[in-house]
């Protein structure tokens, strides 16, 4: 049976439990007054890229609770406040919750996947969104 990608990417949401994917996470500047609203000032570029990324995995994945890395917040926070990177390589993996007085059973741990920045496009060109059961 040949599905389309569209369909082959909601199944594929639903049931893997790890994807690895590039997002963008610089905000984008503001076009004209009306859009102005949507977009963050200077000073709180990347405090709203890291709720980009949680919202990112709570579409992807589906579960409200979402963590981010420690090591995924120092890449964001890398060149400061005001100089976010433009595209970030995460993996969202879905977990069960140890905790029993929890909301909910899964939790989401978004980590950072480091790419070769010699590659073309600082590494980012050939990548593909991968999804399929955790590794480790």
């Given amino acids: 049976m040949i599905t389309s990608p569209a369909s082959s990417l909601s199944t594929c949401t639903s049931v893997c439990t790890a994807g690895e994917l590039a997002m963008p996470a610089h905000p984008r ?9 949507r977009y963050s000032t200077f000073k709180k570029r990347a405090p709203r890229a890291v709720r980009a ?4 995995a709570t579409q992807m994945l589906g579960t409200s609770d979402v963590r981010i ?3 995924l917040n120092k890449a964001v926070w890398s060149k400061g406040v005001k ?5 970030l390589r995460v ?6 919750n140890e905790d029993e ?3 909910e059973k899964l939790f ?3 980590t950072h996947v480091v790419v070769d920045p010699l590659d073309k496009k600082h590494g980012f060109a050939t990548l593909q969104t991968t999804c399929g059961d955790s590794a480790n």
């Fill in 83 to 87: 100089n976010v990177p433009h595209r």
């Fill in 101 to 103: 007085d929890a909301k």
């Fill in 53 to 56: 990324i949680k919202k990112f």
């Fill in 29 to 37: 500047p503001a076009r004209s007054p009306a859009e102005s609203g």
């Fill in 69 to 71: 890395h420690p090591q």
């Fill in 91 to 96: 993996r969202c993996e879905r977990r069960r």
């Fill in 108 to 110: 989401t741990i978004v």
